[in-house]
């Protein structure tokens, strides 16, 4: 079972599982840095994670993998959905991207596609896509 079994709303169940799958990422390299806890911290609060959760999360046992799946449409979603949260204060800042990237690769996206796919989303998160795109997303 995971970790984000154990709760049953359905959206703080997927942020709750976003947050702790970034908690392991950010302390695969050993300590978390200042930057990194800085970074948590503002996921945790966006994300809307108690402190009871966050604690949960950052006990030493407990690791928690991201949820990898083949259906390459689930995965795109999950990085719609932490896309969702990197923007919710309308931008993004390098410690997102880098831990956009290793999520994306966590997802099972190649390197090189998880650069592809984070500047596009990137693009389109704020506003800056060209009108080829725009026209795709309107007759899509």
Not at 59 to 77: A, C, M, W
Not at 81 to 93: A, G
């Amino acid at each position: 079972m995971s970790f984000a079994d154990l709760y049953t709303s359905g959206e703080h169940r997927r942020n709750l599982a976003h947050f702790a799958a970034l908690a392991t990422l950010a302390s695969i390299d050993g300590e978390i840095s200042t930057e990194e806890k800085n970074m948590l911290d503002r996921f945790a609060t966006k994300l809307d994670i108690t402190k009871s959760e966050y604690e949960e999360v950052f006990n030493k046992e407990n690791k928690y993998p991201i949820d990898s799946t083949s259906d390459s449409e689930k995965r795109l979603e999950r990085l719609f959905d932490l896309f969702r949260i990197v923007y919710s204060d309308h931008e993004i800042d390098d410690e997102e991207r880098i831990l956009l990237k290793k999520y994306a690769i966590g997802l099972g996206f190649t390197g090189e596609k998880a650069d592809k796919i984070i500047e596009r989303s990137v693009a389109i998160f704020s506003g800056k896509f060209d009108f080829e795109d725009y026209l795709y997303l309107l007759n899509k």
